[in-house]
């Protein structure tokens, strides 16, 4: 079973520097106090922090994964969020020390495509760079970026994709915060043609894509949202029971907790870790009701019978489930 932030084993890496790469959005380097190697990563991968109020947070590396000597995410400072993004930007300086995990991944490149097409919006840029500048290194599989964001001012990377090596692979679009200037993305999406979709950013363009892509084979699509469970949430949310279908243990789901929470609660362990229904890791046999699908992994076909407790809930006032052994 993945661990929760609370549980992930961590270690000291000090901060070597930390500086604003766009509007509200701030590059953190991390490196061993000693110089050592650090734990190698994959593309995609991500870091749970300690951040200086407490909090763990997790961050995408967006540097090459083949840097062994630091570990590179880009923050954006979230001031509405609940203090997290503020806390690491606003009360750590180079020299300070953090701890940090070291990296897993949820997102990554898997298959053997075509070609590869990246969509990111705003700050869901960070995992996509270490993706890019793999497959840039390692002389791999074609690809092409769309770049989604408000403004120039606050796009991070902008001038390195602006570049000429990245002429013809990245396109970079601003809608000024009007949703008629959105990024007409039918055009890239109707036909598959042997590639692969990784798309990271709002839950808003996740789910836009996630409905443009339903003629697409599920494995070829994939998202990440940081694990930001809450943006699934719904203010008219209502408890619920889930029972489970070897023992009819009824097991209650209040609003505002989710059915993996809740079967934690009653003692119950789940696989699961990105807890924002984009990595699969808590499917869950659905044996009868009806369910309100959050995700953005199965699909319709699979939400028959298939449910992803982290996120999802119920639209019956009973969902019966049967939990793997």
């Given at each position: 079973?993945?661990?929760t932030?609370?549980?992930?084993?961590?270690?000291?890496?000090?901060?070597?520097a930390?500086?604003m790469?766009?509007?509200?959005?701030?590059?953190i380097?991390?490196a061993?106090?000693?110089?050592?190697e650090?734990?190698?990563f994959?593309p995609?991968?991500?870091?749970?922090?300690r951040v200086?109020?407490g909090?763990?947070?997790?961050?995408?590396?967006?540097?090459?994964?083949?840097?062994r000597?630091?570990?590179?995410?880009?923050?954006?400072?979230?001031?509405?969020?609940t203090?997290g993004?503020?806390?690491?930007?606003?009360?750590?300086?180079?020299?300070?020390?953090?701890?940090v995990?070291?990296?897993?991944?949820?997102?990554e490149?898997?298959?053997n495509?075509?070609?590869?097409v990246?969509?990111?919006?705003?700050?869901?840029?960070?995992?996509?760079m270490?993706m890019?500048?793999?497959?840039?290194?390692?002389?791999?599989?074609?690809?092409?970026?769309?770049?989604?964001?408000?403004?120039?001012?606050?796009?991070?990377?902008?001038?390195?994709?602006?570049?000429?090596e990245?002429?013809?692979?990245v396109?970079?679009h601003?809608?000024?915060g009007?949703?008629?200037?959105?990024?007409?993305?039918?055009?890239?999406?109707?036909?598959p043609?042997?590639?692969?979709?990784?798309?990271c950013?709002?839950?808003?363009l996740?789910?836009?894509?996630?409905?443009m892509?339903?003629?697409w084979?599920?494995?070829?699509?994939?998202?990440?949202?940081?694990?930001?469970?809450k943006s699934?949430?719904?203010?008219?949310?209502k408890?619920?029971?889930?029972?489970?279908?070897?023992?009819?243990?009824a097991?209650?789901?209040p609003?505002?907790?989710?059915?993996?929470?809740a079967?934690?609660?009653?003692?119950h362990?789940?696989?699961?870790?990105?807890?924002?229904?984009?990595c699969?890791?808590?499917?869950?046999?659905?044996?009868?009701?009806?369910?309100?699908?959050?995700?953005?992994?199965?699909?319709?076909a699979e939400h028959?019978?298939?449910?992803?407790?982290?996120?999802?809930?119920?639209?019956?006032?009973?969902l019966?489930?049967?939990?793997p052994?």
């Open positions: 079973m993945a661990s932030p609370a549980e992930v084993p961590m270690s000291a890496l000090e901060v070597t930390l500086d790469i766009a509007e509200g959005i701030y590059r380097e991390l061993h106090p000693d110089g050592h650090l734990a190698e994959t995609g991968a991500h870091l749970h922090i200086p109020n909090q763990v947070r997790r961050y995408s590396l967006c540097n090459d994964p083949e840097e000597h630091r570990y590179v995410i880009a923050v954006k400072r979230e001031e509405a969020g203090g993004s503020k806390s690491l930007i606003d009360e750590t300086q180079a020299g300070d020390r953090l701890q995990s070291d990296p897993h991944n949820d997102f490149l898997k298959g495509p075509a070609r590869y990246f969509i990111a919006g705003g700050i869901g840029i960070t995992p996509i270490a890019i500048r793999h497959l840039r290194a390692t002389g791999g599989k074609p690809f092409k970026l769309y770049y989604l964001t408000r403004d120039a001012a606050q796009t991070a990377f902008l001038e390195e994709l602006s570049g000429p990245y002429r013809g692979k396109i970079i601003h809608d000024q009007d949703p008629d200037n959105a990024y007409d993305l039918w055009p890239v999406l109707e036909q043609k042997g590639a692969h979709v990784y798309c950013g709002p839950r808003g996740m789910e836009a894509v996630r409905d892509t339903g003629h084979s599920s494995s070829s699509v994939r998202f990440e949202d940081f694990g930001t469970r699934a949430s719904k203010e008219d949310d408890p619920f029971t889930v029972r489970l279908a070897k023992t009819g243990e097991v209650p789901v609003a505002g907790v989710s059915i993996l929470e079967l934690r609660a009653n003692g362990h789940v696989p699961y870790s990105c807890e924002s229904g984009t699969g890791s808590c499917r869950t046999r659905l044996v009868e009701g009806e369910a309100d699908h959050r995700d953005l992994v199965l699909s319709e028959q019978d298939n449910i992803m407790v982290c996120v999802s809930r119920a639209i019956s006032e009973e019966i489930i049967d939990l052994e």
